[in-house]
């Protein structure tokens, strides 16, 4: 069964650092997304990406966040400067029509 | 008010069960309605979306009342492997390829022997 796979696992970096998380989506899929959940909250939508442009972002999706699909696989989150508070899970998902597919995830963590 | 609110729980109940969980939204113009399963620190799973005739799958029964902005789930004989967080989910389905999820925090659910 096809799957949307992240990497890395979890990622550890120090305050006003530059990470990339990257995700491959299902393959036949359309829609691209990023969500994040802070330990203990809820999961909260960053980005929504569709024929290669952002279709809709949250509040928390500022100037320090960027996206890309750098080619037909992977697509990417960039955080420019970490902050403390972006440490949490962040989720790929993807989907064709319907259901959104989630990633198992990439644990960021800033020190 | 929040978008999606769940009782946090936890909801501990004796194997074989039957628990439900209820969630309100606050956005009339949500178009789709899901039920999640997160175990702990992994990716939410479908369990089940849900439609406005009702819907079940094997043990799991979904309802929702558009009039009171009103989705439940419905789980019953519980399993030990039913022990998760169950998210409801909502989808306000802006065109143009949005269709966000907006998630509640979660009801969490633990299955005693």
């Known amino acids: 069964e096809p799957e949307v796979t992240q990497t890395p696992s979890h990622q550890v970096t120090q305050m006003g650092q530059e990470v990339i998380l990257r995700c491959v989506p299902i393959?036949?899929?359309?829609?691209f997304y990023w969500y994040r959940q802070i330990l203990g909250q809820k999961v909260e939508f960053l980005v929504s990406f569709y024929n290669n442009e952002i279709s809709e972002k949250s509040e928390i999706f500022d100037d320090q966040f960027s996206v890309e699909r750098p080619d037909g696989s992977n697509f990417t989150l960039k955080i420019r400067s970490t902050k403390l508070e972006d440490s949490a899970m962040y989720f790929c998902a993807s989907r064709r029509e319907g259901t959104q597919y989630f990633g198992p995830g990439t644990r960021l963590t800033v020190l | 008010r929040k978008e999606v609110e769940q009782d946090p729980g936890p909801f501990n109940v004796p194997e074989g069960a039957t628990v439900a969980f209820n969630c309100t939204y606050s956005?009339?113009?949500?178009?789709?309605f899901f039920w999640y399963r997160q175990d702990c620190r992994k990716e939410p799973k479908l369990l089940m979306s849900v439609y406005s005739s009702g819907n079940e799958d094997g043990r799991f029964t979904a309802q929702l009342n558009r009039a009171s902005q009103y989705i439940s789930l419905l789980i019953r004989d519980s399993k030990l492997s039913d022990s998760a967080t169950y998210l409801c989910v909502v989808n306000i389905g802006i065109t143009g390829g949005g269709n966000k999820l907006t998630f509640g925090t979660g009801t969490q659910l633990k299955v005693e022997l």
């Open positions: 393959s036949n899929h359309l829609y």
């Open positions: 956005n009339s113009a949500s178009q789709s």
